[in-house]
């Protein structure tokens, strides 16, 4: 088992979307390289002092690269901790170095954040070198122990946060991925709906054809085929997608079916303005309005407080439909764009049919889901 989990450590790839270097990083790095300075200058006991500064200042700017090469980072500050080590045991020295150099703890920290397996076990293995040979030339009693356990405390933070993050995003995929489910079986259900149609009036074709021309009988069979040979593919395809349940034909509801999501009771009141003409909408953008409209709503239902209206106003033209979800409650500061896997699932859904979403507080106050989608088909 140990074999297999140092075999599956080893493997493992870096962390996906490390941050690129920010402002606060430059800030981080100032900070650093004016603290080690002034300790530098200020310190009794400082040994070899210009070197000992220097080399702390040199240090700090290393930071500046730990979440995009790790490795190199602990490399290159831990190698220098060696040296000072060694450099304090041959020059006999009680301790080389400067206080202010513990900044390295962020590179253990990014090493295992944002690492790849075997460079988290090199850098660890260069780490646990460079805290021995510290020990050893600098021995202090119970404040090495302190040392270490900050050590291990900072490898530890950085796997946490990792595991954080990768849970997050698996929980995100997933979410993703049960929305293109529904998508999927939307789509199926319109598809199946009309092909199953096409099959019926080839086969009603070819019953009529004694009396047309025989290319048209053949035609006929041509259509029959490819409609149900089109329709079983479609329905192998998503019967993986559903797990195995059986196909539904129920009809999917849609903009006009809206209205029943309407109430003026108890509160909050939920009003419901539709366009006039409804027709000539395509069937998936029909359906993902309702799904929209459903979830925006009841998002507001639970996180809206002391909400006294819900307004879902559809408008249509130009090619384009614009859904708007609006509530007057006060906001949530839990409810963030950022959270929430049924607004990433909206998302999704309005991305994969060519369409924009936004959500957020609206400036009046309350809460607003605002909707695009393409209501002509995309080529």
Not at 10 to 37: I, N
Not at 43 to 64: E, K
Not at 306 to 326: D, M, P, Q, W, Y
Request: net charge neutral.
């Amino acid at each position: 088992m140990t074999t297999n989990a140092l075999s599956s450590l080893w493997a493992e790839p870096r962390a996906t979307d490390a941050p690129e270097r920010v402002s606060r990083d430059w800030v981080l790095v100032g900070a650093l390289m004016v603290a080690a300075l002034l300790e530098g200058v200020l310190r009794d006991d400082v040994a070899w002092r210009p070197f000992a500064t220097i080399v702390a200042v040199g240090l700090a700017p290393v930071v500046l690269w730990r979440r995009t090469h790790p490795l190199a980072c602990v490399l290159v500050a831990f190698g220098t901790v060696m040296a000072l080590g060694l450099a304090s045991l041959l020059g006999g020295a009680p301790s080389v170095g400067l206080d202010t150099m513990i900044y390295i703890l962020v590179l253990v920290y990014a090493l295992v954040r944002w690492g790849s397996g075997r460079e988290i076990v090199i850098g660890l293995a260069v780490v646990a070198v460079a805290a021995a040979i510290g020990t050893v030339a600098d021995y202090t009693g119970p404040a090495d122990l302190i040392g270490g356990f900050a050590i291990l405390a900072a490898a530890a933070g950085g796997a946490a946060f990792r595991y954080r993050a990768e849970s997050w995003r698996r929980a995100l995929d997933q979410s993703r991925s049960e929305e293109r489910v529904k998508l999927a079986r939307e789509l199926h259900d319109m598809v199946a709906h009309h092909v199953s149609a096409i099959a019926v009036q080839a086969q009603a074709g070819r019953a009529t054809a004694g009396q047309r021309p025989e290319a048209a009988l053949e035609a006929l069979a041509v259509i029959e085929g490819e409609a149900s040979r089109t329709l079983a593919e479609m329905r192998a395809m998503v019967r993986v997608l559903r797990d195995g349940a059986p196909a539904e034909y129920a009809p999917q509801p849609g903009v006009a079916d809206l209205g029943s999501l309407a109430r003026r009771a108890p509160v909050p009141v939920v009003d419901v303005e539709l366009p006039d003409d409804l027709a000539g909408l395509p069937t998936q953008v029909d359906a993902a309005v309702y799904r929209l409209a459903q979830e925006a709503l009841t998002n507001a239902l639970r996180h809206a407080r002391n909400a006294s209206r819900v307004e879902i106003k559809v408008v249509t033209g130009a090619g384009r439909l614009r859904l708007r979800v609006t509530d007057d409650g006060q906001t949530d500061p839990g409810r963030s764009v950022n959270h929430g896997f049924g607004l990433v699932g909206m998302t999704e859904r309005v991305q994969l049919l060519g369409g924009t979403l936004r959500a957020g507080p609206a400036p009046e106050g309350g809460w607003t889901v605002d909707a695009e989608l393409p209501t002509e088909a995309r080529r």
